[in-house]
């Protein structure tokens, strides 16, 4: 099948570090995304990774892959509110369509 | 420079109804999606087109859905005798394909809403 997969929900303290989980499907995809969503707000491209890399950092963001288990993650470093969204992963299929996961809803309390 | 932009930014149809929503892609940007996302649920992918020709159409659900993006620039997304199931936002982006960009942006979307 064609399911990318996300835990619904993450709740985190102001000023910690949060993590979000992604397993896809596709061990041919060649470009793995982090979109941001926020209330009534279209999609914000994040970041990226090639799928040849393990580990990209962009400032607060940091994404690891592991390929063999299908497995990508995003690291928010010093969390804010303003960071409270909805984050989707996503696996670029070789017609460069999109699959996107369910999203995780990111909270932050102070 | 300006972004993807759709209009209506809302839609309200009856069950049974013809809609065409609307994509202005950013400028120069070859490449142009369509996705619908509904409550809850990730964006679905329906159509990609590359230029004026639909590349990859295996995402629309069934023949009241077509699309078509005559000048290679703006699209508008068609759907016949709606029903309340394809009630959803409806997302568009683009890309500028090659040279190895691949990040697709989106613009704010079509809220679709079928009574």
């Known amino acids: 099948g064609e399911d990318v997969e996300q835990s619904l929900f993450l709740s985190v303290r102001e000023g910690d570090s949060s993590v979000i989980n992604c397993t896809y499907t596709d061990s041919s995809s060649t470009y793995l995304y982090w979109y941001k969503q926020e209330p009534g707000a279209g999609l914000q491209l994040l970041t990226y990774i090639f799928s040849n890399m393990d580990m990209k950092q962009d400032q607060r963001l940091t994404v690891l892959l592991n390929k063999k288990d299908k497995h990508l993650s995003l690291r928010i470093a010093d969390t804010q509110t303003g960071d409270s969204a909805i984050y989707f992963c996503a696996e670029e299929k070789n017609t460069d369509k999109l699959i996107f996961g369910t999203g995780t809803r990111l909270q932050v309390f102070p | 420079g300006a972004g993807v932009s759709q209009t209506p930014s809302n839609k309200v149809t009856e069950k049974g109804k013809y809609v065409e929503l609307r994509c202005d892609p950013i400028?120069?940007?070859?490449?142009l999606y369509w996705y619908r996302q509904s409550l809850g649920q990730g964006p679905e992918f329906l159509i990609y087109f590359q230029g004026t020709g639909a590349a990859d159409d295996s995402g629309l659900p069934n023949d009241r859905f077509f699309a078509v993006r005559p000048e290679g620039s703006v699209s508008t997304l068609k759907i016949q005798r709606t029903e309340r199931g394809d009630s959803a936002v409806y997302l568009c982006a683009s890309s500028l394909m090659g040279q190895g960009n691949h990040e697709q942006y989106f613009g704010p979307g079509t809220r679709l809403t079928v009574t």
């Open positions: 400028s120069g940007h070859t490449a």
